[in-house]
Each structure stands twice: as structure tokens, then as C-alpha cells.
């Protein structure tokens, strides 16, 4: 299966016919092996013998495991994984197929390279806020020397690097100049040359056909921002749903809470009533009074017990 990947260059765009669509594929081809170069290159010194080195200055097991660190680089490196993977196979839509007729493939592997997209720079915020943390307070993280520090920074420059290139390739003009030109087919399909028999018709021809081509273009971005806000609005209204369940929850617990109290007033009234009783006087302060002495009278005994 071929590999690409772009480069925004114009001066290899191709706009004749076959012979140029070809050279377009196998530069595409090139660039995407260099493109796996360089990613390669990036994402070395994680699992290099530095890395080693890293772990042996850590000292024991327990500071390593206890450095959150280790843990979100694995993550994010399984994730700019998938970014590569799924730009890879997007492309390949992109060039190979007609993307104005394969539509639900295209859409689906875009579709899947945003989700990888979004997934890899909410791992690389946690990568990024171990290292500020380290910046901040050298004191508290001694451990970790400077070497160590810069390896951890140019791991979140690179990563960040890798990110912004897949979201290059995926809007380069290139992508949009292909694209447009399958829709552009595709009207050409549809309507033909609309009966013109001149070369000004043909151009009015033209220009009909490339305006059609970049509405039809321009409708299916809206669609993929509408469909993103539906996306949205689904998990707000997810959200929505478990905050009403958990105040639900809350207000039945308040409520028992302020049945006990209610129970416990009354029980407490009833002792009141029934020690006033017993003393001959109904002065509530009079009663909570004799009630704390008794109490210090209790406690000081205890205390003469076992003191």
C-alpha cells in the first residue's frame, strides 16, 4: 500500500491530466518516506539508551512509578502513533480514490484523524504540565537534572511539532486542490459541457462548473462543523443528564438529613419533657444547665478513675 504525505508546495502541484497526477502520486510517496524519517528521528530519544540513562539516575523503582511523567510519554507516543497512522490512511483516500464519490471513507478517515488529532494534544497538556511543574520548583524535583529537564522539553517541542505537521497535511492545498478537483469531475459528469458550442460558452461552462465545485466543497465543511457541534451539544446534554441524576441524588440525602433532625428534635423534646418533669421546673435553660453539669460531673469522675 503506498504512504503519503503532502508538503504545501506549489510549485509541484500538478493540473495536467494523467502523466501529472502520476508525478503528484510519487512525490507524495517520497515526501510521506521522509515525512516517516523525521517522525522517527523525533520520537527517538524516548526509547533510545538515554532514556536508560534517565532511569538509572532515578534511583529506585518507587521514584519512577511515583513520576507522572513516564506514564502520559508512553500514552502520548501511542497516540501520535495513531495521528501518524490515520493521516497515512487519509491521504491515501485523498489521492487514490475519488473522494467526491467515496465520500463515506473520506469522511469517516477525517473524521478519525481529528478524533486521534484531539486526543494526542490532551495528552501532550499533561506531558506539558509535568515539566512546568518541574520549571517551577527545581528544589522540590532535585532528582531530575537539567539533561533529564531538556530531554522532557524537546520531547513536548517535537510532539507539539508532529501534531501542528499532521494538521498541515490534512488542510495543505494540495488535499483541497484534489478535492476540488473530484467535485469539479463530478459536475462535469453530471451536467457535461451544458450544450456549449463556443469558446465563450466553454468558459462560461467552466466557470459554472468550478462554482458548483466550490459550494458543493464549501457545503460539505459546514456539514463537518455542524456535525462537530452536534457532537457538542450530545455531550453537553450527557453532562446535563448526570449533573441532574447526582443533584437528584443530593436532594434525597438532604432530605433523610433533614427528616433525622426532625426525629431527633423530637426525641430531644420528649427527654426535655419527661427531665422537667422529674425536676419540677419547664426553664429549658434551667434544664440544658443541669444537663452539662451532669455531663462535667461524668467526666471529671472518669477522669479521677483512671487518673
Not at 168 to 177: A, G, P, Q
Request: one cysteine or more; proline letters at 1%; aromatic letters at 6%.
Amino acid at each position: 500500500m503506498k504512504k503519503y504525505s503532502t508538503i504545501s508546495d506549489n510549485s509541484e502541484s500538478a493540473t495536467d491530466g494523467g502523466n501529472d497526477s502520476a508525478s503528484v502520486a510519487s512525490s507524495h510517496h517520497r515526501r510521506f518516506k521522509g515525512h516517516k524519517r523525521i517522525s522517527s528521528e523525533l520520537s527517538e530519544p524516548l526509547t533510545s539508551a538515554s532514556t536508560s540513562v534517565v532511569d538509572e539516575s532515578l534511583g529506585d523503582d518507587s521514584s519512577f512509578s511515583a513520576d507522572p511523567y513516564f506514564v502520559f510519554r508512553s500514552d502520548l507516543m501511542k497516540k501520535l502513533e495513531l495521528v501518524d497512522e490515520s493521516l497515512t490512511e487519509y491521504l491515501r483516500i485523498v489521492h487514490e480514490t475519488d473522494t467526491a464519490v467515496n465520500t463515506y471513507e473520506y469522511k469517516d478517515a477525517k473524521k478519525q484523524l481529528k478524533r486521534h488529532l484531539k486526543n494526542a494534544e490532551s495528552t501532550l497538556k499533561d506531558v506539558s504540565l509535568t515539566v512546568q511543574a518541574i520549571e517551577c520548583d527545581r528544589v522540590k524535583f532535585a532528582h531530575i537534572d537539567d539533561s533529564q529537564l531538556f530531554e522532557r522539553k524537546s520531547l513536548v517541542d517535537t510532539s507539539r511539532g508532529r501534531i501542528q505537521h499532521a494538521k498541515d497535511e490534512m488542510n495543505s492545498e494540495i488535499v483541497k486542490d484534489k478535492l476540488l478537483r473530484d467535485e469539479r469531475n463530478k459536475a462535469v459528469r453530471r451536467a457535461g459541457d451544458l450544450g456549449a458550442r463556443n469558446d465563450q460558452e466553454r468558459q462560461n461552462t467552466d466557470f459554472i462548473l468550478d462554482n458548483q465545485a466550490q459550494t458543493s466543497m464549501l457545503m460539505q465543511e459546514q456539514d463537518e462543523t455542524l456535525d462537530e457541534l452536534g457532537d457538542a451539544v450530545t455531550r453537553v446534554g450527557e453532562m446535563a443528564g448526570a449533573i441532574h441524576e447526582e443533584i437528584g441524588h443530593q436532594n434525597k440525602m438532604l432530605d433523610d438529613l433533614d427528616q433525622d433532625m426532625t426525629n431527633a428534635e423530637e426525641e430531644l423534646g420528649l427527654v426535655m419533657g419527661k427531665l422537667a418533669k422529674f425536676l419540677h421546673t419547664k426553664d429549658p435553660w434551667q434544664l440544658r444547665t443541669i444537663l452539662c453539669l451532669s455531663l462535667t460531673v461524668v467526666i471529671l469522675f472518669i477522669l479521677v478513675i483512671y487518673s
